[in-house]
């Protein structure tokens, strides 16, 4: 069959990655704004790039430099973005997938009305979108809450941040929706777990000692916002609308042992968990007897089950980058993924970071999911960091990235003839960016190359990849002619 007519080909990319302007138009400090490149870490411990402390925040905050806070510069799409639009334009993109800073439009998240400045600046970011036929995909909140909500409530972990979010979203529906029909809630909702700060806003030393069940309590609230604004999302803009966004950690056993496929099925029902409860509207009964064991069921006001029903998506949205295997031998070597462990797979090949590539398994996943959850569904984050070099004449050659999204469109195409409903596609990233886990921009993902490195040194000039003219065909085509 191949895919639909209308089918959504393009991109996605952050506000805290690529936006930069940390200190103008009056936007406030967000968790982003304090996350450092650490270039004496190895790129592949993520845990160790990711961790924060009041200290560090607090350093952080008296520090105006952008040397070594990456996410404050990003590519200064924050100024660009006419330029960056109009080379995914001529891509042919029909979506693209940006998220709203939080702190641009309210500076420390309890503001009662928005920054005009940070309005403004959306609208005509949109207005420039539909004037080239792009559709937005806005995601409400990509890692970027405000700094100052995480110091003073311990992010989500405090249930008076439910309603300073429900306020930005009713400001994002009233103020962009006549641009915008297609939203998410919240980026990656499973990844609290593994970097609570980044996610949630939780500062470690502000947990009394139990970090795990402030991430399950701030977990719950994030249910609760979510299914909030997706009622309201539909109520204020006629024709919208919601999904929400898991990371898609697909796991296989390392062997058949029993024990190797028991541990393999406990991180496959914990990744469909989050999926689950935004989709169905209710938390599943394993999970449910497991937090109540381990003591991490979180506090429920009266009502929450009910708006969890009430509010449930219009579709599900994920990430795929890599598999994993898992196994109870503690000896097995286990390789990085999408800030995960997991057990090295010897049949696949590895990324430069050690990200381990399989195409397969993202078939896998489209019919795994749509199977289990019968709603459309939309991959909103793929692709591969890689390390890029500029020939003399300018001319950049990625035959590696190109033969990625040419295994994984195969994949795809199969899993649409099976019978999965896909709405669209966008790669992670469309154009060179700040990586989320390890700050660092020389993980290059994107079809046009930014001239900068680590530390921000650079004309910061767009280059075309050999990628970018073969995804431009891809799209031209709907798919079909891959080579």
Not at 42 to 70: C, G, N
Not at 432 to 447: C, N, P, V
Request: aromatic share 12%.
């Amino acid at each position: 069959m191949g895919f639909q007519q209308g089918f959504l080909w393009g991109g996605a990319v952050a506000a805290n990655q690529l936006e930069g302007a940390w200190n103008e138009g009056g936007k406030g400090l967000s968790v982003a704004d304090v996350a450092t490149y650490k270039p004496n870490v190895d790129v592949k411990e993520y845990k160790k790039h990711v961790e924060v402390s009041l200290e560090k925040i607090k350093e952080a905050m008296v520090d105006k430099d952008t040397t070594y806070y990456p996410k404050r510069r990003g590519i200064d799409f924050y100024h660009k973005y006419k330029e960056d639009l109009a080379l995914f334009a001529e891509m042919g993109f029909k979506v693209l997938r940006v998220s709203i800073a939080w702190s641009r439009l309210y500076p420390t998240g309890e503001e009662l009305t928005p920054n005009q400045e940070g309005v403004k600046y959306y609208k005509e970011m949109f207005k420039e979108m539909k004037r080239l036929g792009i559709e937005p995909l806005v995601t409400l909140s990509h890692y970027e809450m405000p700094l100052e909500l995480a110091l003073k409530y311990n992010g989500w972990n405090d249930r008076r941040v439910i309603d300073m979010f429900v306020r930005f979203s009713k400001t994002c529906f009233e103020e962009f929706g006549e641009y915008a029909k297609l939203w998410l809630t919240f980026n990656e909702v499973d990844s609290v777990i593994r970097h609570p700060f980044t996610t949630a806003g939780i500062i470690p030393e502000l947990c009394d000692g139990d970090e795990i069940k402030c991430c399950y309590q701030a977990l719950h609230h994030q249910f609760v916002a979510a299914a909030i604004v997706t009622k309201m999302c539909h109520e204020i803009i006629p024709g919208s609308k919601m999904g929400c966004m898991l990371t898609k950690l697909m796991t296989y056993p390392r062997t058949c042992a029993p024990e190797d496929v028991l541990a393999t099925q406990d991180k496959n029902l914990d990744n469909n968990f989050y999926a689950d409860v935004m989709v169905f509207g209710e938390y599943p009964r394993l999970k449910t007897v497991q937090l109540k064991n381990a003591g991490y069921y979180p506090k429920m006001e009266e009502g929450d089950l009910q708006i969890l029903k009430e509010g449930t998506v219009d579709f599900l949205s994920f990430s795929y980058y890599m598999t994993m295997t898992e196994s109870v031998d503690p000896n097995a070597e286990r390789t990085p993924g999408n800030t995960v462990l997991g057990v090295k797979n010897p049949y696949l090949e590895s990324s430069d970071w050690g990200w381990q590539i399989d195409p397969i398994g993202l078939r896998i996943s489209l019919i795994e999911l749509y199977d289990r959850y019968r709603i459309p569904l939309f991959i909103v984050e793929n692709g591969i960091g890689a390390k890029d070099v500029v020939e003399e004449d300018g001319s950049i050659h990625d035959p590696y990235r190109i033969d990625y999204f040419k295994a994984h469109f195969k994949e795809m195409k199969k899993a649409v003839d099976a019978g999965v409903e896909l709405m669209g596609y966008t790669s992670w990233a469309p154009i060179d960016l700040i990586s989320a886990s390890t700050s660092q921009i020389t993980k290059r993902y994107g079809f046009i190359y930014v001239d900068q490195d680590d530390l921000g040194n650079g004309s910061q000039e767009r280059k075309r990849k050999d990628s970018f003219y073969w995804y431009k065909k891809v799209i031209e085509t709907n798919g079909e002619d891959l080579d």
